[in-house]
């Protein structure tokens, strides 16, 4: 495929990938777009000028201040706009109009692409799920469930932010070593996790369940997703029933959705799973994603160090099998819920998807190249996460989530 349009060659946002977010230009005025090398098809700008067909249906729908309605109507629309804009793009020459319906993506401001209903964390990869069981239960690291149940805990949506935001260390109960009562402090072990979230782009209705092999069809896209997290409340508090404190003061996204069929070149087989999971987890072909992964961490007024390279491919569960199991109940979903996979870390050091495993603990603290360690973060550090799959010539990437943490 090629444009007139002048992409860099190692762009996240290829022609091939065109994934969807909600912008503004400093006018106030969110609106929806689509992001292509350096630029945003402005989607609003795009249906006036008749690229869609039925003008004021469209404008009024991209001109919400986020993607809801628009999944809602469902992939053989949402896939039709984005191939419409893909065939624009791919013209001989220069259209008319291209510079009322580009915008500059470099000077924009990014939204939540998607008004998030529900929230659920997964805890999907097997290397972080030993590992952190080896720290907190050294005995028995990986409960007898894990290689059974897709582990997951339903999370807060109202904290989730977008790029860019900053974060603020959360205060809580702390029960300092060798102690028996908890003490309130500034948490002291902060953190981050290495996440993919995907968005839900189809609802089911309550009592419903969704086989797994049909599970794809209701999932619109991917984000990266950094579900922060503070250690040490969170160490005094999970047991016995999970994640709280810890983890609700705040996740970041990147703002562009890249959808499942940009994707699709990049599938791959995933871990063989043992034992063979029950029947309604049962998956056959590739079930994973070939995403490479990488966490920078920058000092305030230094460079950064990445400190982290995974893969989404390392999964042990994959997304079809979380929202099948999410749903075997009859738990309804609904068009903009957000599920993220749980922290990704591979088999090597270098592969784990957090500061607890980088510095097992605290015990191993991580080189920067300014000369100064770490162990968890400190305020003023700005952890960037960035995420991309690469065949040949084709590029499909997901660009950043960033935030600084303050004290
Ligand atoms: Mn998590």
């Given at each position: ?211 797994v092999e049909?599970a794809e ?52 087989k995933g871990?063989?799973q043992?034992?063979?999971p029950?029947?309604?987890l049962r998956t056959t072909g590739s079930r994973n ?28 569960w994959s997304?079809a099998q979380?929202?099948a ?83």
């Amino acid at each position: 495929m090629k444009t007139w349009l002048n992409v860099p060659s190692d762009s996240d946002f290829s022609i091939y990938n065109l994934p969807f977010g909600i912008f503004d230009t400093g006018d106030g005025q969110p609106r929806a777009g689509m992001a292509i090398g350096d630029h945003i098809v402005d989607l609003v700008a795009a249906a006036e000028h008749g690229l869609f067909g039925k003008k004021r249906f469209y404008k009024k729908l991209f001109a919400q201040p986020v993607l809801n309605e628009f999944i809602a109507l469902g992939k053989p629309t949402t896939n039709r706009i984005r191939r419409r804009v893909q065939t624009w793009l791919c013209l001989p020459d220069t259209p008319e109009h291209a510079s009322q319906i580009l915008a500059d993506r470099r000077s924009a401001r990014m939204h939540l692409p998607v008004r998030i209903g529900d929230y659920t964390d997964f805890y999907s990869s097997i290397e972080h799920a030993t590992n952190v069981g080896k720290m907190f239960r050294p005995d028995n690291p990986l409960l007898p469930n894990w290689r059974w149940i897709p582990v997951g805990y339903h999370g807060r949506s109202s904290s989730i932010v977008v790029d860019g935001t900053p974060i603020r260390r959360p205060h809580g109960q702390i029960l300092p070593p060798g102690q028996d009562t908890p003490v309130f402090s500034a948490s002291r072990r902060m953190d981050f996790e290495l996440e993919m979230a995907f968005i839900v782009g189809k609802e089911t209705a309550l009592g419903e369940t969704i086989p797994v092999e049909k599970a794809e069809e209701y999932i619109f896209g991917l984000v990266l997703f950094n579900d922060w997290s503070a250690r040490d409340i969170q160490r005094w508090e999970y047991v016995p029933l999970g994640p709280f404190l810890g983890k609700n003061f705040g996740s970041s996204i990147s703002p562009w959705i890249v959808t499942l069929e940009a994707l699709k070149p990049f599938r791959v087989k995933g871990p063989k799973q043992n034992p063979a999971p029950l029947d309604y987890l049962r998956t056959t072909g590739s079930r994973n994603y070939d995403i490479e992964l990488e966490v920078g961490l920058s000092p305030q007024n230094s460079n950064e160090t990445v400190i982290c390279h995974s893969n989404m491919r390392y999964l042990y569960w994959s997304m079809a099998q979380q929202l099948a199991h999410h749903t075997v109940n009859g738990c309804n979903i609904k068009v903009g819920d957000m599920m993220a996979s749980g922290t990704i870390s591979g088999p090597t050091k270098d592969s784990f998807g957090s500061m607890l495993e980088l510095s097992w603990s605290g015990q191993q603290p991580i080189q920067l190249q300014d000369g100064s360690t770490r162990t968890f973060i400190q305020d003023g550090d700005t952890i960037t996460m960035r995420g991309w799959a690469q065949k040949g010539d084709v590029r499909v990437g997901f660009g950043q989530v960033g935030g600084t943490v303050l004290g």
